[in-house]
């Protein structure tokens, strides 16, 4: 039997599996807009936002009957202190940011009965190394899916991306369960008129581009999301828009609406109103806000179900739910195989021995499953794109369909209405790509193909042998 860490790993892994809410990291660079993200997923304003001390920790956000806050040091054992009110971060958290490895914020939130929902402090340093990133890292791979938060994208985006995944090679984050997010959108631009059109433009462009990284690129405006779904957005913000809506002329308001200081200095609200307005909704979101009222909208709840719609939030919750909560399963499942690979090879005692062998072949036989192996073709796509991983077009075109596939692992590479007899030859066809591939004298590209020939066998012989 197990004794020790075996022990503990597996017994962590059953105790994983029976959670029921999905373990959901958000990841980015810093002030890509993650924390707002998770205030408007979480629709209560959690997350510290902008750069204090605390944005700078790992945060857990689980559910929990009770609101309190345990504080993991990096030496010593953790710790409760009190929420802030509200049930957030406080401010003091017993000791220095620096000295703290993660909080965990447990609140009787729903979502987060479905969610275990994962603030990180942000990748900048990847490149560079650092403490933090080590940190974020962690929480990262100990994560079921992956919420990969950008602003305006660009070859940054992808470098820290493909370091990223490169860096969790082995973890369970695979290409469908990593969701781009296009955030801070009502900044693209001049910041002037209709966000949206340009925002699903570079949504798509980078949802090529990122192909075989993320499963798709989501464009959100995340503080009005999080204005939108979240608590605080009072019956007297809603009064203070409908004086500004009655005070300003198109003329004027296009003056106030020019830039953040233009607000502030001549917007005619109280200075308080000006500051609160701002920092809720942002410019984009009082100028929507503005026509809802001179449209007629009236109180906090019209206004806030009318800005939702326009903060893209929804889109987001719904593929959420298809590509993380529908696959939940296969999630875990990768998770938990993850978890247990670095005790598999270490028995202690002759009959742990026996029992680790009997795991590992049962491992070994649900990791050939192509669902479970998207993971490991996620890796291998980050080292195609990091060009580590010489491999033709047909291939990679292969790998592509592997590691991205929502559908019966059968039917990989097949346009969705192909006939089921045009199966095996096209399964045929890839399996000698691969096995040509196999006898590569450049050792990982051979080890990749002996992986993708049997995932295309397995494919094979589930049609033949029905
Ligand atoms: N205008 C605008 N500002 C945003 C948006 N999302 C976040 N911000 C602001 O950007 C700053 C950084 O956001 P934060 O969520 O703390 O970023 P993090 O470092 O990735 O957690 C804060 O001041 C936010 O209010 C957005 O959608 N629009
Ligand atoms: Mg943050």
Redesign the pocket.
């Known amino acids: 039997m197990l004794t020790g860490r075996a022990a503990e790993t597996v017994d962590a892994v059953v105790a994983r599996l029976a959670e029921e809410a999905l373990r959901v990291a958000v990841g ?1 660079r ?8 998770v205030n408007a997923l979480l629709g209560q304003s959690l997350a510290a ?2 750069a204090t001390e605390c ?1 700078t920790v790992v945060t857990w956000f689980r559910y929990h009957h009770h609101n309190r806050v345990e504080v993991t040091p990096r030496t010593g054992p953790a710790y409760h202190v009190p929420s802030a009110p509200g049930g957030g971060v406080p401010a003091d958290l017993g000791r220095p940011a620096a000295q703290v490895a993660r909080v965990a914020v447990e609140v009787s939130n729903a979502v987060l009965k479905r969610h275990t929902v994962v ?1 990180t402090p ?1 990748l900048d340093s990847l490149t560079g190394g650092g403490a933090l990133d080590r940190d974020s890292l962690a929480a990262l791979a100990s994560c079921d899916a992956l919420l990969f ?1 950008m602003p305006h994208p660009g070859q940054r985006e992808q470098e820290s991306l493909t370091a990223l995944r490169a860096a969790m090679d082995g973890s369970g984050l695979a290409v469908r369960n990593t969701l781009g997010v296009l ?5 693209l631009g001049d910041g002037y008129g209709d966000p949206w059109p340009q925002a699903d433009r570079i949504a798509t462009r980078y949802a090529a581009r990122l192909r075989g990284l993320v499963s798709d690129v989501i464009p959100i ?4 999301a999080e204005a939108a779904l979240g608590d605080s957005f009072t019956e007297s913000d809603a009064f203070a828009l409908q004086d500004l809506a009655h005070a300003t002329s198109p003329e004027l308001r296009g003056r106030i609406l020019y830039s953040p200081e233009d607000f502030l200095a001549e917007a005619p609200v109280g200075g308080e109103a000006r500051a609160r307005l701002l ?1 809720l909704l ?1 410019l ?1 979101g009082i100028g929507e806000a503005l026509a809802l009222v001179d449209d007629g909208a009236r109180g906090a709840v019209r206004i806030t179900r009318a800005l939702r719609a326009r903060s893209g939030i929804d889109r987001l919750l719904d593929t959420m739910r298809t590509t993380f909560t529908e696959d939940a399963d296969v999630l875990r499942a990768q998770s938990a195989i993850t978890a247990l690979d670095p005790v598999l090879w270490s028995p202690s005692t002759p009959a742990e021995a026996t029992a680790l062998s009997a795991l590992r072949a049962t491992l070994d036989r649900l990791r050939r499953l192509p669902a479970l192996r998207q993971s490991e073709y996620a890796t291998l796509l980050a080292e195609f794109h990091a060009g580590r991983l010489p491999l033709p077009p047909p291939a990679v075109q292969d790998l592509i369909d592997l590691a991205t596939a929502r559908t019966d692992p059968a039917r990989v590479g097949l346009p969705p209405t192909a006939p089921t007899s045009e199966i095996p030859p096209a399964a045929d066809e890839r399996i000698r790509r691969w096995r040509r591939l196999e006898s590569d004298y450049r050792l990982p590209l051979s080890r990749a193909a002996q992986s993708l020939r049997e995932t295309y066998e397995s494919i094979y012989y589930h049609y033949k042998t029905p």
């Open positions: 980015g810093v002030n890509a807009g993650k924390s707002t993200l936002t902008d944005t603030d942000g938060v955030s801070r959108i009502d900044q405006a995340g503080l009005l920092s942002g984009y």
